[in-house]
């Protein structure tokens, strides 16, 4: 008796790919995204040149990474609402640990392994307590956001040269921060496109319950997963703190956050779990970015912009669940 595999269904495809059998991938969101750059273009000449070019990849770098993450997180069900505050207490530690001297090595292992550490404690909660995902990141991040203003004593600390490199040279005229960026969300692609892990992710975010039955470790899946958004919300803060070259106290997490959220819906990430693209995720982050230069560059008054970015971003959404539904009835 021979067991044939069947094909994927188009939308089990798009939903780990990012791409849909018929039509254009993430149509909607691109078409936004054109409009707003074509726009801005025609308004100012500033927008185009080089050096707006590479402002807007830097801003997007940090998102990207914490992004990635999350869309990892939330395509397996979960939820992270501390990754912002991870970034600004990994950032501050490491400030405090490089002004006494400290390797600029071992302050990059410290960070990450804090992250990844505040992941986990996340992670453990979220698994073996009826908590919901939600309240326990949002207290997490409040309780770090805390912690930043003891570590910092209430002053800004500035790096001087300390990891100078990495949030402002470039390579072949691309930043490094973008090259990083870049390397991670490939990563994750790969991971939740080819791997055991990914594909794993999508089951327990499916249906966690089927997921333990069909013999997936569902409990070592999502401390891993938790312990990852954590360890990349580390990176993300050791590129926040080369970017500015310092750590202040009144710097907080809960914009950033809300921004990666942001970038990780409008790009077709479910918020109740089982679909994910980091195609959608990148291509979100880059609107948010290039919404936020626009708005600068043609000097709207900081009243309009939080209503023009909440404008852009339910265009966006709409636009994406349109493309989403006209894929499924195909």
């Given at each position: 008796?021979?067991?044939?595999?069947?094909?994927?269904?188009?939308e089990?495809?798009?939903?780990r790919?990012?791409?849909?059998?018929?039509?254009?991938?993430?149509s909607?969101?691109?078409?936004?995204?054109?409009?707003?750059?074509?726009?801005?273009?025609?308004?100012?000449?500033?927008?185009?040149?080089?050096?707006?070019?590479?402002?807007?990849?830097?801003?997007?770098?940090?998102?990207?990474?914490?992004?990635?993450?999350?869309?990892?997180?939330?395509?397996?069900?979960?939820?992270?609402?501390?990754?912002?505050?991870?970034?600004?207490?990994?950032?501050?530690?490491?400030?405090?640990?490089?002004?006494?001297?400290?390797?600029?090595?071992?302050?990059?292992?410290?960070?990450?392994?804090?992250?990844?550490?505040?992941?986990?404690?996340?992670?453990?909660?979220?698994?073996?307590?009826?908590?919901?995902?939600?309240?326990?990141?949002?207290?997490?991040?409040?309780?770090?956001?805390?912690?930043?203003?003891?570590?910092?004593?209430?002053?800004t600390?500035?790096?001087?040269t300390?990891?100078?490199?990495?949030?402002?040279?470039?390579?072949?005229?691309?930043?490094?921060?973008?090259?990083?960026?870049?390397?991670?969300?490939?990563?994750?692609?790969?991971?939740?496109?080819?791997t055991?892990?990914?594909?794993?992710?999508?089951?327990?975010?499916?249906?966690?319950?089927?997921?333990?039955?069909?013999?997936?470790?569902?409990?070592?899946?999502?401390?891993?997963?938790?312990?990852?958004?954590?360890?990349?919300?580390?990176l993300?803060?050791?590129?926040?703190?080369?970017?500015?070259?310092?750590?202040?106290?009144?710097?907080?997490?809960?914009?950033?956050?809300?921004?990666?959220?942001?970038?990780?819906?409008?790009?077709?990430?479910?918020?109740?779990?089982?679909?994910?693209?980091?195609?959608?995720?990148?291509?979100?982050?880059v609107?948010?970015?290039?919404?936020?230069?626009?708005?600068?560059?043609?000097?709207?008054?900081a009243?309009?912009?939080?209503?023009?970015?909440?404008?852009?971003?339910?265009?966006?959404?709409?636009?994406?669940?349109?493309?989403?539904?006209?894929?499924?009835?195909?």
């Open positions: 008796m021979s067991v044939k595999t069947l094909p994927d269904a188009p089990a495809q798009q939903a790919t990012g791409f849909s059998p018929r039509g254009i991938p993430h909607g969101l691109v078409a936004v995204l054109v409009i707003v750059v074509v726009a801005t273009a025609l308004r100012t000449d500033a927008f185009t040149t080089d050096t707006n070019i590479i402002n807007i990849l830097r801003q997007v770098s940090i998102n990207a990474v914490i992004a990635a993450g999350l869309t990892l997180l939330m395509t397996a069900g979960g939820m992270d609402f501390s990754m912002g505050s991870v970034v600004v207490v990994t950032a501050a530690v490491a400030a405090q640990m490089l002004s006494h001297g400290w390797p600029t090595w071992l302050t990059v292992v410290a960070a990450l392994v804090l992250g990844l550490l505040i992941g986990l404690v996340n992670g453990v909660v979220a698994t073996f307590t009826t908590v919901a995902p939600f309240v326990i990141t949002l207290a997490t991040a409040t309780l770090l956001d805390g912690v930043c203003l003891l570590v910092l004593n209430g002053q600390i500035s790096l001087g300390k990891m100078f490199a990495l949030g402002n040279e470039k390579i072949a005229g691309i930043p490094y921060l973008t090259i990083v960026a870049v390397l991670v969300m490939v990563a994750t692609a790969l991971v939740m496109r080819f055991t892990f990914g594909r794993d992710a999508f089951a327990i975010g499916g249906n966690e319950h089927v997921a333990r039955l069909s013999g997936i470790n569902v409990t070592a899946r999502k401390l891993t997963l938790y312990a990852t958004t954590g360890a990349l919300a580390g993300a803060g050791l590129m926040t703190l080369s970017r500015l070259g310092s750590s202040s106290p009144g710097a907080g997490g809960l914009t950033t956050q809300l921004a990666a959220v942001a970038a990780v819906v409008i790009g077709g990430t479910s918020l109740a779990g089982g679909h994910g693209t980091i195609i959608g995720t990148a291509l979100g982050v609107l948010l970015g290039v919404v936020a230069n626009a708005l600068n560059l043609v000097q709207i008054s009243n309009w912009q939080p209503v023009s970015v909440g404008a852009v971003l339910l265009i966006a959404a709409i636009a994406n669940e349109m493309q989403k539904a006209r894929s499924a009835r195909h």
